[in-house]
């Protein structure tokens, strides 16, 4: 089966750095996209990971560890606006949609002064 | 179009009523993916079209849903007889093509279903 886990809420300091932690399960692998989504808008692309390894792209980096079936997202110098929920996702090689992405259900992080 | 278009942006039906949600992909855009999201939930695939062919729609719910592209642009996801599990938050994706490209999908806002 399918199966993405990711900590439902987490809470942070502007300014802080913050790690969310993303593992899964899944008949195939071709690549793990995490997505920014602020409430009552659409989910925006952060990063792009199909290598090991850390991919760094201003405040934001990524991490991908395909042995392990792990991933995190880290965000440095957190600010107000970066309180939004965090959605990671695979793209599944195998499915029938030639690169469907599964979704995990998100981590809500809150950015406290 | 600059970005991912949906209408409308909020419907309310009532249980057993039709709807239809319209998705104005990115120009040029070959891939269209409809997803829900329930409240406090990631997106769950529903279909998936390449042009105008619906290459996967495994994800659909019950045969009361219902997708179209007829010309593999703009796409309409029907809904028939509502319930009130069928409220959520309805997103359309596109996707472009190309070696460069990582295949991230592109979000349009959603459509914000709530059968009363």
């Known amino acids: 089966g399918q199966n993405i886990d990711q900590p439902t809420e987490m809470t942070a300091t502007e300014g802080a750095i913050v790690q969310i932690n993303c593992t899964y399960q899944t008949s195939g692998f071709n690549g793990l996209f995490w997505y920014q989504q602020h409430a009552g808008e659409a989910p925006t692309f952060l990063s792009y990971n199909v290598l090991d390894g850390l991919e760094e792209k201003g405040r934001f980096s990524s991490f991908l560890s395909r042995s392990k079936g792990y991933s995190y997202l880290l965000l440095k110098e957190l600010q107000m606006k970066d309180s939004a929920s965090y959605l990671c996702?695979?793209?599944?090689?195998?499915?029938?949609?030639?690169?469907?992405?599964?979704f995990g259900k998100g981590t809500k992080l809150s950015v406290k002064p | 179009g600059a970005g991912v278009s949906q209408s409308p942006r909020y419907k309310v039906a009532k249980r057993g009523q039709d709807v239809a949600l319209r998705c104005d992909p990115i120009s040029g855009h070959v891939s269209l993916f409809w997803y829900q999201q329930a409240l406090g939930q990631g997106p769950e695939f529903l279909t998936y079209f390449q042009n105008e062919a619906q290459l996967d729609k495994s994800g659909l719910p019950s045969d009361r849903f219902f997708a179209e592209r007829p010309e593999g642009s703009v796409s309409t996801l029907k809904i028939q007889r509502t319930q009130q599990e069928d409220s959520a938050v309805y997103l359309c994706?596109?996707?472009?093509?190309?070696?460069?490209?990582?295949?991230?999908?592109?979000f349009g806002e959603g459509s914000r279903l709530t059968v009363l």
């Open positions: 996702a695979v793209r599944d090689r195998y499915g029938g949609s030639q690169g469907n992405l599964i």
């Open positions: 994706a596109s996707r472009g093509h190309g070696r460069l490209n990582t295949g991230e999908l592109f």
